[in-house]
């Protein structure tokens, strides 16, 4: 699937071209519609370059009034559940614009009219019920305008998100060749069963987690984003489980910095990074196979890094397993374009992964 980044990336100047875009096709199609009004008296042309110029002079009023529904409003009270605040404040921000519309109407269009050569009294215009209405049901027209273009788009891109989920979650038999991110629990499960046999205190200590992750796997995960908090849980128990279950003893050391605590980040981004690592570790014939796993959270930004060791012959990742990482990849660039960084480095006796996510840059 491939997004346009003039309407998805967040890069400043796609972002800032389509707004752009955006408000002045608003404009103009404002004006058109108030110069036909306007024409039986005035004439097309000069009631259109009038009607130009008064909506230009409010755009700025309907920006603030849009961007305060979706990137106020949304963030804060329709994602968290809080419907009833939302309406409240929507509806107060609705007759706090209508007056400031009422005053622009009153003393500034005269002046606008008036550099046209359409005379019209300042302060003459009179808020009529009728008026009310019509300028309550006008600005919350433009209200829902912007809200509808923003979910949208956020239902576009987590409908995508989900089929990539989708497509690899029902795939839960490993493959050569299609590498999928919750492939590890069918790992896991065919070790539990042998380990059971031979090793059942073992097996009792794992089966809880296992239990845990197959959970969350399946249904609590199926947000946009999930709390970065309970995906760092899902890494430490993965790890936990990996190390109790692999067939040769892993050394692994994992250090988590900085605070997280309120930071949210899209669902499977970091383990199937170090399940790609145990995968290489596990394939390969090492005496004393080492995982290190450095995660840092700083001023909204995630850094991830992961080095593990493997056989000086092997110049490349074993047997096509880097397909773990070219689905990462896709998932990166449709979450977070333009705001994330990947890089994958082989040394001698080491691979290298090093990620960094500005988690507040998802898709809009």
């Not at 003393?107 to 302060?123: A, C, S, T």
């Not at 003459?124 to 509808?148: H, R, T, W």
């Not at 249904?219 to 999930?226: A, C, G, M």
């Amino acid at each position: 699937m491939k997004i346009h980044p003039f309407i998805f990336s967040n890069n400043p100047n796609y972002r800032l071209s389509r707004h752009a875009v955006f408000w002045f096709l608003w404009i103009v199609y404002y004006a058109l519609m108030s110069a036909i009004v306007m024409e039986p008296r005035w004439g097309f042309g000069k009631s259109f370059f009038a009607a130009f110029v008064e909506v230009a002079e409010t755009t700025p009023l309907d920006m603030c009034f849009c961007y305060f529904i979706i990137y106020y409003l949304f963030p804060k009270f329709l994602h968290k559940g809080r419907y009833a605040g939302m309406l409240f404040l929507w509806l107060l921000a609705s007759l706090a614009f209508i007056l400031f519309y009422y005053l622009n109407a009153k003393y500034v269009v005269p002046h606008i009219r008036g550099l046209f050569g359409m005379k019209l009294e300042v302060g003459s215009y009179k808020l009529y019920p009728s008026d009310f209405f019509l300028l309550f049901s006008q600005i919350n027209m433009e209200g829902c305008v912007a809200a509808s273009i923003k979910l949208g788009k956020l239902y576009y891109i987590k409908q995508q998100e989900l089929d990539l989920l989708e497509q690899e979650k029902l795939k839960l038999k490993p493959d050569e060749e299609k590498a999928i991110q919750p492939a590890f629990l069918t790992d896991l499960l065919t070790r539990m069963e042998i380990i059971a046999n031979e090793r059942p205190l073992v097996a009792a200590q794992s089966m809880k987690k296992i239990r845990h992750l197959l959970l969350y796997i399946l249904y609590e995960n199926t947000s946009s984003k999930v709390p970065l908090r309970k995906e760092i849980e899902l890494l430490q128990q993965y790890i936990d489980l990996e190390k109790l279950t692999a067939e040769k003893e892993i050394r692994v050391n994992c250090s988590v910095h900085g605070s997280f605590a309120n930071e949210t980040i899209a669902s499977f981004i970091i383990l199937p990074l170090v399940e790609n690592a145990f995968k290489q570790l596990c394939s390969y014939a090492i005496k004393e196979p080492m995982l290190n796993i450095i995660i840092a959270v700083q001023n909204e930004v995630i850094n991830i890094k992961l080095a593990w060791t493997k056989p000086i012959e092997t110049s490349s990742l074993t047997n096509g397993r880097n397909v773990i990482l070219q689905n990462i990849s896709r998932r990166l660039k449709l979450i977070y374009p333009e705001s994330h960084e990947l890089k994958m480095m082989i040394e001698t006796e080491k691979i290298f992964i090093d990620l960094n996510i500005k988690l507040k840059k998802a898709v809009n």
